[in-house]
């Protein structure tokens, strides 16, 4: 069975090593040292000045959210996992959505300039499938109307704009680290910003609202992560320059064999250098993408619709205008299998089922 995805696991021993100095501490959670440890880890990696590491991507874009005293319309794409929609709605924002490039697949800054109105309080874009937005004109439209910015990063471990970090940009950026993600803590995540104040504002609100043991700076929540999940992060860590050089040899082995095919791929932003984190297609027709899963499953290999259906008709959401792009996009996307343990032999076999389901329909 070949999966879309499998997680990377380290050398058992070297998460064991750490555990046992959990065992030694008998400090299993609550800011413990391994949580400390790896904040400092990754802030030094990706060369950040402010972390903090959170239970799950989803609860950072809740927190960032929180931070930013959203509570209106908030600008975002219909084009990402369902976490960027719903956690907006969750805390009690309304979505408005503008539709995507569709040569990136990412929000499209003309199509946010559109739909500002005197309600819009901020923008939220994801950086899909870990390539960047057009983070420079995004920046520019909130400064000319007063906009919060959020990045649902999610898919963005190692990924650079111009060198740096992309989880620089914005004024509070978001990152997941599911197990099914680039770099991960089994279930985890971070927010990122480069506003000591807004961190602030976050670790309180990771915390219960914790300004004290007896004292509370408002409402809060428990956003924190355990120690088991900060010793799977620093154990992943050191092998994360070899994850992702072999995500992006494999990315280019699927280019070579599917290159004639010419399918739709995302265009990266000039200047980025995306991390390779997923392997997305775009196929002419729904239907093609349908018989090209069809022939993978047969043999048990397991791609995904990643990201489908486009969030705009999700069945929560009020009725607005469409977005074309991503509704037909959406339709037309297969990701896929893309892991550390994924051989260029299984590969070769994922692209021959493609390329023969594809002959079978030019019949
Ligand atoms: C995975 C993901 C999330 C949610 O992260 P969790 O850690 O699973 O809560 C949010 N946004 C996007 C784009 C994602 O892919």
Redesign the pocket.
């Known amino acids: 069975m070949i999966p879309v995805t499998k997680p990377f696991l380290p050398p058992e021993e070297e998460y064991l090593s750490l555990l046992r100095g959990v065992w030694e501490r008998n400090w299993l959670t609550n800011n413990g040292p391994l949580v400390n440890e790896l904040e400092l880890a990754l802030k030094e990696y990706l060369g950040l000045s402010h972390l903090l590491f959170l239970g799950?991507?989803?609860?950072?874009?809740q927190l960032a959210i929180k931070a930013l005293q959203l509570d209106g319309e908030v600008i975002t794409t219909p084009f990402?996992?369902?976490?960027?929609t719903s956690?907006l709605v969750w805390e009690g924002c309304s979505p408005v959505f503008a539709d995507i490039d569709p040569e990136t697949l990412n929000i499209s800054p003309a199509a946010i300039e559109a739909c500002i109105t005197s309600k819009t309080q901020a923008i939220l874009a994801?950086h899909?499938y870990g390539n960047p937005c057009d983070v420079e004109a995004i920046r520019q439209i909130a400064d000319k109307h007063g906009l919060k910015v959020i990045y649902?990063a999610?898919?963005c471990f190692g990924t650079t704009y111009k060198g740096e970090s992309i989880f620089k940009w914005g004024d509070i950026s978001?990152v997941?680290?599911?197990a099914?993600?680039l770099f991960h803590t089994v279930?985890?995540?971070a927010v990122m910003s480069n506003s000591p104040e807004l961190i602030r504002r976050m670790s309180r609100l990771r915390n219960f609202g914790h300004d004290g043991p007896e004292q509370f700076d408002g409402v809060g929540v428990n956003g924190k992560n355990s120690e088991f999940h900060a010793a799977m992060g620093l154990a992943v860590l050191p092998h994360m320059e070899e994850v992702a050089r072999r995500r992006k040899e494999q990315a280019l082995i699927y280019d070579e064999y599917l290159g004639k095919l010419n399918l739709g791929k995302p265009a990266a932003l000039p200047g980025a250098e995306p991390n390779a984190a997923y392997y997305p297609l775009v196929f002419p027709s729904e239907e093609v993408l349908l018989s090209v899963v069809d022939e993978l499953n047969r043999a048990k290999v397991f791609p995904r619709r990643?990201?489908f259906p486009s969030l705009n008709q999700l069945p929560y959401i009020e009725q607005q205008p469409a977005c074309p792009v991503a509704e037909s996009v959406s339709r037309r996307v297969l990701c896929l299998p893309v892991y550390h343990s994924l051989t260029r032999e299984e590969q070769r076999m994922v692209t021959r089922l493609i390329l023969r389901a594809w002959r079978y329909l030019k019949k």
């Open positions: 799950n991507g989803t609860i950072a874009l990402s996992y369902v976490a960027t956690s994801t899909c649902d999610a898919h978001t997941s680290f599911h099914t993600k279930e985890g995540g990643y990201f």
